[in-house]
């Protein structure tokens, strides 16, 4: 059975990080990805990742946020840096958008709550 098991999130100043985790289990962690979803807004791809470790962003995150992975703990990271007030929102993991217009990636986690705020 697929869990993925997002942790990491809270309430953090403009300008400040975060590391998000991703504990999966029932699925490799080989193609993977983080989405948000912003208050009132539809849930948006942030970053990917692939299994030969290409990676893309959203251009609103570029050099801001890396998505990374630890095999051996089958969990998947997001840090995230120069935080924004439009970076706010529920993010979620799940596998890459690839795999999930394959079908796949069919089970969300709950997400973890990311609130920007001075």
């Known amino acids: 059975q697929v869990q993925l098991v997002e942790s990491g999130g809270g309430l953090v100043q403009p300008g400040g990080s975060l590391r998000l985790s991703c504990a999966a289990s029932g699925i490799s962690i080989d193609a993977m990805s983080w989405y948000r979803r912003p208050p009132g807004k539809e849930r948006e791809l942030v970053a990917a990742i692939t299994s030969d470790d290409r990676t893309n962003y959203r251009d609103s995150v570029k050099g801001r946020f890396t998505i990374s992975r630890d095999n051996a703990k089958n969990t998947v990271y997001l840090q995230m840096n120069s935080l924004k007030l439009e970076d706010t929102g529920v993010y979620y993991c799940?596998?890459?958008?690839?795999?999930?217009?394959?079908?796949?990636?069919?089970?969300w986690g709950q997400g973890t709550q990311v609130i920007v705020s001075s």
């Open positions: 799940n596998v890459h958008p690839s795999l999930i217009a394959k079908g796949l990636g069919q089970n």
